[in-house]
């Protein structure tokens, strides 16, 4: 008889055997037992396999900010000073000290008090290193008292800024939890896990750093092929890698770009895909994180600038210039620019301009003009773009001469490039980029010229595309409705999102086939259109795409509700549902994490009106205010709200800050006319119209106000007069002919 241990063991054996039979064996692929989905405790094998065959590549990797990306604490992982030493700024006084072999700082926790919080791991190597603390729930967040690795001192991320104990920023929020702000670029196959029911986390990854697999794949594979079949002399590109050697400009791109650009990750459970869009949002350089040009503003790393650059569009990639595995650079100096650009061209006082040896001779200097972030990590513009300081007097844009001329004006230094270089510039995508961006009377015309310039990068034109949904005129649909057909993925992404601002009967049709793009990323934003239609209205055709692209959305909003923006991004799906309880549901666990999200209170204020709770949607307003009292839009639902509800003394003193607050929405100066028509306050009435006319002198439904202001008070020959004028916007429109008509015109 065998004993109970021996027979579990054999029973083990049995599985196995069948396991390999069945998930391997089974596949009619020649290369079956290579590409079968494996656990990824199986596939992936760790950094130390890789050694063995490419120790090279493993020395630098272990030189690089790679491997120190994320490290348990000990004498020799952690640079800062822990030696009982103490650190104030920005009114809270920090200590650091050891406890036998544990590290501990002592700072201000999430109830305003100071704590002692023990260092749960090391984060970072060079220029800084910071922290990790865990927290409850599975959460781990990261101070911002960080170590200056150059200049040997503690400093504070966000300095000069009074951060409270329960802001949004403050180390213990939302803002710095590592699960969600950093772990995936810092560890490899990291999996968050958060269950948005509990709002924990069980996050895993399979190795502690960024490691051979973060680029390339896991290994199980390439080592079973290189210790099989590859033995025998059978050759497959790539050997069951991804990124191998002689990759593709797109694969290498693809691979560096989820860390090294700003983007939203779509899904947990990846696709494997050659684009980009099946799994994340690559942010596009418009007005909230980069200037107006498209050079970059905020935390917006690599990507994005490199797209915009002629580098890029010559076939240029990250590898041409880094070392994959140190980072590094492969030459030093200008020979990194060299290698393609003439030196005796180019690296040389008649093109510099500036005494040769000096910094200001550096191509990097002028062409990649850097900005320091997370307080003293110094990074480049990689847009490489000509200084341009014509367009800084132009548009008031940053160029690299400002950076070391400082006491020169931009008209002085445009007047220089002109004496250096003659008069005339080549056209560059800011000379339409910026003026598009301004959104006023002049704009459609700059963004149409980048769409239609086969020159323009196509990111550019993604951003122009977005830019046009803020534009509703008839062409400027028609341009973005033109741009669904794209080749390229972000375009017909963004050309989706534009669509939103104009009623559905205008791209219904055009819209339904993207239901079943090739695309996740298009497919999910089809879906958000579609979800504001009523279902009666959808195309049989479209039904079964429709049903599955809104689940990929659904899922997509859900995988994001760890973080405050994620909640109210779901809450704004229920609430185009008409969802109203999970629409306040989510807002108000968004709030939670971000109690400053005044764009949430807007929403959650809206979501309370749809179901009569005009008290509660009153005092969500209350809120907003508290958080910015000078905001026109805040004080225009309030308006609404209150005539609603009757108060109308109420009502007409929110107009009438909003009016204050110099609001540009002709929504405003229309309600607010004829409130003030409704209590015949025609003079009040007709100056609020007038005011509106002036701002937005293209929208009829003001002229049609004012008309009717007109008649209501006898003032018959103004009122033709301003008929008149509406007759030339729109004289079709079925809404205005009967006062034509009674009017006589």
């Given amino acids: 008889?065998?004993?109970?241990?021996?027979?579990?063991?054999?029973?083990?054996?049995?599985?196995?055997?069948?396991?390999?039979?069945?998930?391997?064996?089974?596949?009619?692929?020649?290369?079956?037992?290579?590409?079968?989905?494996?656990?990824?405790?199986?596939?992936?094998?760790?950094?130390?396999?890789?050694?063995?065959?490419?120790?090279?590549?493993f020395k630098e990797w272990k030189q690089s900010h790679h491997y120190m990306a994320m490290l348990p604490p000990n004498d020799s992982t952690v640079v800062g000073d822990f030696n009982n030493v103490t650190f104030t700024a920005d009114g809270v006084t920090s200590r650091f000290y050891k406890k036998g072999t544990k590290f501990f700082i002592n700072t201000e926790g999430d109830d305003g008090k100071n704590h002692d919080f023990e260092v749960k791991y090391i984060f970072g190597f060079t220029p800084l290193q910071q922290y990790l603390i865990a927290f409850p729930g599975g959460r781990m967040q990261v101070p911002r008292l960080s170590w200056d690795v150059n200049k040997k001192k503690w400093f504070n991320q966000y300095a000069g800024q009074k951060i409270s104990s329960h802001?949004?920023?403050?180390?213990?929020?939302?803002?710095?939890?590592?699960?969600?702000?950093?772990?995936?670029?810092?560890?490899?196959?990291?999996?968050?896990?958060?269950?948005?029911?509990?709002?924990?986390?069980?996050?895993?990854?399979?190795?502690?750093?960024?490691?051979?697999?973060?680029?390339?794949?896991?290994?199980?594979?390439?080592?079973?092929?290189?210790?099989?079949?590859?033995?025998?002399?059978?050759?497959?590109?790539?050997?069951?890698?991804?990124l191998a050697k002689n990759s593709s400009q797109k694969e290498e791109l693809n691979t560096c770009a989820p860390c090294h650009a700003r983007v939203s990750e779509l899904n947990g459970s990846h696709i494997d895909s050659k684009e980009i869009m099946d799994n994340y949002i690559p942010q596009i350089p418009d007005t909230e994180f980069y200037h107006a040009d498209g050079q970059v503003d905020d935390e917006?790393?690599?990507?994005?600038?490199?797209?915009?650059?002629?580098?890029?569009h010559k076939g240029v990639s990250c590898g041409t210039c880094h070392n994959p595995h140190s980072a590094k650079l492969k030459r030093i100096g200008n020979q990194t620019c060299t290698l393609c650009h003439v030196p005796a061209k180019y690296d040389v006082p008649t093109h510099t301009f500036h005494k040769k040896g000096t910094a200001a001779t550096e191509c990097k200097n002028c062409h990649m003009p850097g900005k320091l972030y997370m307080g003293n990590d110094l990074r480049h513009d990689h847009s490489f773009r000509v200084p341009r300081p014509d367009l800084s007097v132009k548009y008031g844009t940053p160029n690299a001469c400002s950076n070391c001329h400082k006491d020169k004006s931009e008209k002085v230094l445009a007047d220089a490039v002109v004496?250096?270089?003659?008069?005339?510039?080549?056209?560059?995508?800011?000379?339409?980029?910026?003026?598009?961006?301004?959104?006023?009377?002049?704009?459609?015309?700059?963004?149409?010229?980048?769409?239609?310039?086969?020159?323009?990068?196509?990111?550019?034109?993604?951003t122009a595309t977005f830019y046009l949904g803020s534009i509703q005129t008839q062409s400027s649909l028609n341009t973005i409705l033109a741009r669904l057909p794209s080749k390229d993925a972000q375009i017909r992404y963004r050309a989706l999102r534009s669509l939103a601002s104009f009623p559905s009967e205008n791209w219904r049709d055009a819209v339904g086939p993207l239901l079943s793009d090739k695309v996740r990323a298009v497919r999910i934003a089809a879906a958000d259109l579609y979800i504001t239609i009523p279902l009666e209205q959808v195309a049989s055709k479209y039904e079964k795409a429709f049903r599955s692209a809104q689940k990929e959305l659904e899922q997509s909003l859900i995988y994001q509700t760890d973080f405050s923006t994620g909640n109210v991004m779901l809450a704004d799906y229920y609430l185009k549902l008409q969802d109203y309880d999970n629409a306040q549901k989510f807002y108000l666990k968004g709030l939670k994490k971000d109690s400053n999200m005044n764009y949430a209170l807007l929403n959650l204020s809206a979501a309370y009106n749809s179901q009569g709770k005009n008290a509660q949607a009153l005092n969500a307003l209350e809120l907003a205010l508290k958080n910015d009292s000078k905001n026109e839009r805040i004080y225009y639902n309030m308006a609404l709200l209150h005539n609603e509800m009757n108060n109308i003394p109420a009502a007409e003193k929110a107009f009438a800050k909003a009016v204050e607050l110099k609001s540009t929405n002709s929504r405003v100066y229309y309600?607010?006319?004829?409130?003030?028509?409704?209590?015949?306050?025609?003079?009040?009435?007709?100056?609020?119209?007038?005011?509106?006319?002036?701002?937005?002198?293209?929208?009829?439904?003001?002229?049609?106000?004012?008309?009717?202001?007109?008649?209501?008070?006898?003032?018959?020959?103004?009122?033709?007069?301003?008929?008149?004028?509406?007759?030339?916007?729109?004289?079709?429109?079925?809404?205005?002919?009967?006062?034509?008509?009674?009017?006589?015109?």
């Fill in 1 to 57: 008889m065998f004993k109970k241990p021996v027979i579990l063991v054999l029973i083990l054996i049995v599985l196995l055997i069948i396991f390999r039979v069945f998930i391997v064996d089974s596949c009619t692929s020649k290369d079956a037992k290579y590409t079968a989905i494996l656990p990824d405790s199986i596939a992936y094998v760790g950094d130390q396999s890789c050694k063995k065959c490419h120790s090279t590549e």
């Fill in 167 to 242: 802001d949004w920023l403050h180390w213990t929020g939302n803002a710095q939890n590592w699960n969600t702000m950093c772990a995936t670029c810092h560890s490899t196959n990291l999996k968050k896990n958060y269950d948005v029911a509990t709002d924990t986390y069980k996050t895993t990854y399979n190795s502690i750093n960024v490691s051979c697999e973060s680029c390339h794949g896991s290994g199980k594979h390439h080592i079973d092929f290189i210790n099989g079949d590859y033995k025998s002399g059978k050759k497959v590109a790539g050997s069951f890698l991804k």
């Fill in 300 to 312: 917006d790393y690599i990507y994005t600038s490199f797209l915009q650059s002629k580098m890029y």
């Fill in 419 to 462: 004496k250096w270089y003659g008069p005339k510039r080549q056209y560059h995508f800011a000379e339409d980029l910026v003026p598009g961006s301004r959104l006023d009377a002049n704009s459609e015309k700059h963004l149409t010229n980048l769409i239609e310039n086969k020159f323009v990068p196509k990111i550019i034109k993604a």
């Fill in 671 to 745: 309600n607010y006319g004829l409130l003030l028509n409704q209590s015949k306050k025609f003079a009040a009435a007709e100056s609020v119209l007038k005011k509106g006319i002036t701002l937005n002198p293209s929208d009829p439904e003001l002229y049609y106000a004012l008309t009717f202001v007109y008649i209501q008070s006898n003032n018959k020959a103004k009122a033709i007069q301003t008929a008149l004028q509406l007759k030339q916007l729109e004289p079709n429109n079925p809404n205005y002919q009967q006062v034509f008509s009674s009017l006589g015109i």
